[in-house]
């Protein structure tokens, strides 16, 4: 493991590199070790492509145009290309060659004036890659997803199924014009439904919950929210789609004034969050009280008996903007470093349990397999490095047994799962990026496919094998 003061101008660069275009395919060479034959498929990711327009710098480092990478793998042979989505903002602000919207943590600049009563937010269609019921979307959780073109990454525009993410009614049209899809959908492999949510504030704050049924009609369910919660991820089980709602509160004046950001007006409270189960067959919700602590992802999810289990990653409190913003001069802060955890709900009970995995820190986790055999996979480092600028990948084992492999002077981004195989972004200082292909098995390096470009670290992306 590095020293914070060396992993600092490296996870700088991952942040602040701007993405520059592939848009013809582009074969790229193994530099080390040999694909194997059985990973074919296609492996597309997603991420902020910039962190600035026109040298205004983005007040979040998520805030950035989603930039799509793909690569594609056969026959030993690896095929690349990139390109930003092209949503309607990016367009403009790329004519304008300034930035012209507000976003998720970034306020125009210019103080409160320029930023008041204005609720047309940029989609920065940045953060995950789904492909379902034949369409390719690039999702961003505050709006509507983007389809593209898996092959050639051209973009469709917003993908509204058929007009059911256009909100309703004129108060909703002016505050959201756009219902919210999250970034973080889940399928089941039974039904073949996709299952999301968002969050919407309005006169009655709701927590949208988006069916989508294997031929693509997407229906929506709303419950009624107290408080506007936070929330990233979700969870499906056989029964229930499960939504772990945080102790947090929504500033709506100070993002409806202009004052902040929609990301700086949310802060969180020392106290119990809440589990909420929502009955997939259309029952009432149950809710039970969860211990303090923010998750912004989950690893998997499935149901024991009466008993729903979820594993993920959670932090102390919800990380405010100004800790991320100071993460560089005290990358100590005690919000930024996130463990392993287990909740176990027992729903005759009613009896949540909350269990430690593994010594270590942890994010953008991944379950490979299921039951006793299932494996969780991540970036991680040793509880030891008190530090989040997590420079390697982790594997937890059924067993709670934990492997783990540092790619440092190189900074990883979430292991993407390719059959027994990991596909990981590795950025590395004043050179190309790399996706090192890992072994689940052991995290042995199987191959490293060498990009032909710097690119700042994706966040999330999907495995689509070869059918
Ligand atoms: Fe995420």
């Given at each position: 493991?590095?020293?914070?003061?060396?992993m600092r101008?490296i996870?700088?660069g991952?942040?602040?590199?701007?993405?520059?275009?592939?848009?013809?395919?582009?074969?790229?060479?193994?530099?080390?070790?040999?694909?194997?034959p059985?990973?074919?498929?296609v492996?597309?990711?997603?991420?902020?492509?910039?962190?600035?327009?026109?040298?205004?710098?983005?007040?979040?480092p998520?805030?950035?145009?989603?930039?799509?990478?793909?690569?594609?793998?056969r026959d030993?042979?690896?095929?690349?290309?990139?390109?930003?989505?092209?949503?309607?903002?990016?367009?403009?602000e790329?004519?304008?060659?300034?930035?012209?919207?507000?976003?998720?943590g970034?306020?125009?600049?210019?103080g409160?004036?320029?930023?008041?009563?204005?609720?047309r937010f940029k989609?920065?269609?940045?953060?995950?890659?789904?492909?379902?019921?034949?369409?390719t979307?690039?999702?961003?959780?505050?709006?509507?997803?983007?389809?593209?073109?898996?092959?050639?990454l051209e973009?469709?525009?917003?993908?509204?199924?058929?007009?059911?993410?256009?909100?309703?009614?004129l108060?909703?049209?002016?505050?959201?014009?756009?219902?919210?899809?999250?970034?973080?959908?889940?399928?089941?492999?039974?039904?073949?439904?996709l299952?999301?949510?968002?969050?919407?504030?309005?006169?009655r704050?709701?927590?949208?919950?988006h069916?989508?049924?294997?031929?693509?009609?997407?229906?929506?369910?709303?419950?009624?929210m107290r408080?506007?919660?936070?929330?990233?991820?979700?969870a499906?089980?056989?029964?229930f789609a499960?939504?772990?709602?945080?102790?947090?509160?929504?500033?709506?004046?100070?993002?409806?004034?202009?004052?902040r950001?929609?990301?700086d007006?949310?802060?969180?409270?020392?106290?119990?969050g809440k589990a909420?189960?929502?009955p997939?067959?259309?029952?009432?919700?149950?809710?039970l009280?969860?211990?303090?602590?923010?998750?912004?992802?989950?690893?998997?999810?499935?149901?024991?008996?009466?008993?729903?289990v979820?594993?993920?990653?959670e932090?102390?409190g919800?990380?405010?903007?100004e800790?991320?913003?100071?993460?560089?001069?005290?990358?100590?802060a005690?919000?930024?470093?996130?463990r392993?955890?287990?909740?176990?709900?027992?729903l005759?009970?009613r009896?949540?349990?909350?269990?430690l995995l593994?010594?270590?820190?942890?994010?953008?986790?991944?379950?490979?397999g299921?039951?006793?055999?299932?494996?969780?996979?991540?970036v991680?480092?040793?509880?030891?490095?008190?530090?989040?600028?997590?420079?390697?990948?982790?594997?937890?084992?059924?067993d709670?047994?934990?492997?783990?492999?540092?790619?440092?002077?190189?900074?990883?981004?979430?292991?993407?799962?390719?059959?027994?195989?990991?596909l990981?972004?590795?950025?590395?200082?004043?050179?190309?990026?790399?996706i090192v292909?890992?072994a689940?098995?052991?995290?042995?390096?199987v191959?490293?496919?060498?990009?032909p470009?710097?690119v700042?670290?994706?966040?999330?992306?999907?495995w689509?094998?070869?059918?």
């Amino acid at each position: 493991m590095l020293q914070p003061a060396e992993m600092r101008p490296i996870v700088v660069g991952a942040f602040e590199q701007l993405a520059t275009e592939v848009p013809t395919e582009l074969d790229v060479p193994i530099v080390e070790g040999t694909l194997p034959p059985s990973l074919r498929g296609v492996l597309l990711r997603n991420g902020p492509g910039r962190s600035s327009r026109g040298g205004v710098k983005y007040g979040h480092p998520f805030d950035g145009d989603g930039f799509l990478q793909r690569l594609e793998l056969r026959d030993g042979r690896a095929r690349y290309r990139a390109r930003f989505v092209r949503t309607r903002e990016f367009e403009a602000e790329e004519a304008a060659g300034r930035l012209l919207y507000r976003g998720f943590g970034t306020n125009r600049p210019g103080g409160f004036l320029p930023n008041a009563l204005r609720m047309r937010f940029k989609n920065a269609a940045n953060t995950s890659v789904v492909q379902h019921a034949g369409h390719t979307l690039a999702l961003w959780e505050g709006g509507m997803p983007h389809r593209f073109d898996p092959n050639t990454l051209e973009t469709f525009g917003r993908f509204s199924y058929g007009g059911a993410l256009e909100a309703k009614g004129l108060f909703q049209r002016i505050i959201g014009p756009e219902l919210p899809f999250s970034a973080h959908p889940s399928i089941c492999p039974e039904t073949g439904e996709l299952w999301n949510f968002g969050t919407a504030y309005g006169a009655r704050h709701k927590l949208l919950i988006h069916t989508v049924s294997p031929t693509g009609t997407l229906t929506t369910r709303a419950l009624p929210m107290r408080e506007l919660p936070f929330v990233h991820d979700m969870a499906l089980t056989r029964r229930f789609a499960v939504f772990v709602l945080p102790a947090t509160t929504f500033d709506v004046p100070a993002t409806l004034l202009g004052i902040r950001s929609p990301v700086d007006s949310i802060d969180m409270r020392r106290a119990p969050g809440k589990a909420v189960l929502v009955p997939r067959d259309g029952g009432p919700p149950i809710e039970l009280p969860v211990p303090p602590g923010f998750v912004f992802h989950w690893s998997g999810a499935w149901e024991d008996g009466d008993r729903v289990v979820l594993e993920g990653i959670e932090y102390p409190g919800f990380p405010k903007l100004e800790t991320i913003g100071a993460m560089f001069d005290r990358p100590d802060a005690a919000e930024l470093l996130a463990r392993p955890v287990r909740l176990t709900i027992d729903l005759t009970a009613r009896t949540v349990e909350h269990t430690l995995l593994g010594d270590l820190w942890m994010e953008l986790p991944s379950q490979v397999g299921s039951g006793t055999d299932r494996v969780i996979v991540g970036v991680a480092a040793p509880l030891a490095c008190r530090h989040p600028f997590l420079s390697a990948i982790a594997r937890i084992a059924g067993d709670g047994r934990v492997v783990m492999h540092d790619l440092a002077p190189g900074f990883p981004g979430e292991p993407v799962v390719a059959g027994n195989h990991l596909l990981v972004p590795l950025y590395r200082l004043d050179a190309p990026a790399q996706i090192v292909v890992m072994a689940v098995s052991d995290l042995s390096i199987v191959a490293r496919i060498q990009l032909p470009h710097p690119v700042p670290l994706p966040l999330h992306g999907t495995w689509l094998p070869e059918a």
